[in-house]
């Protein structure tokens, strides 16, 4: 593992931003990994044009997981859904191992995920979650798109 990784992981795992519930949320989602034990609640207030005004995120989740719904609500304060899909591409190239075609700030520690196929499960699941809340579905998994 390189520093950066650990360093950056483990920073967020111990004080995650944004971990909590919303008074008022106008989406949410569950996302669950019931193999590796992963349980996460995303909620989100979204405004009439359509950005994400609040982001928080509570739940059970691993080190990887953790870490990366925290940084994820940094990353998408105020972006409109159609602006998270691209991020959330990008993300999945990045963790595969090619070069991602935007800049992910923090999130771009995690690339060492590359050498690590089952875990990536962990760090899409925030993301998967983000798109289900934004998308009005209750619940998702990630169990189904990596081994």
Not at 135 to 140: D, F
């Amino acid at each position: 593992m390189t520093a950066l990784y650990r360093d950056i992981v483990l920073a967020h795992h111990r004080s995650p931003r944004r971990y909590g519930e919303l008074a008022q949320p106008s989406h949410a989602s569950e996302g669950v990994n019931a193999l590796c034990g992963d349980s996460l609640h995303i909620e989100l207030c979204v405004d009439a044009q359509g950005r994400i005004r609040e982001y928080a995120f509570r739940g059970e989740c691993c080190a990887i997981a953790t870490a990366t719904a925290s940084m994820l609500g940094e990353a998408v304060q105020g972006l409109s859904a159609a602006e998270v899909a691209p991020l959330q591409q990008a993300f999945a190239a990045l963790i595969a191992g090619q070069q991602p075609v935007l800049a992910l700030g923090e999130l771009a520690a995690l690339a060492e995920l590359a050498r690590y196929p089952a875990r990536r499960k962990c760090a899409l699941l925030p993301w998967a979650t983000l798109a289900a809340a934004l998308g009005g579905q209750a619940q998702t998994t990630t169990e189904k798109d990596t081994a």
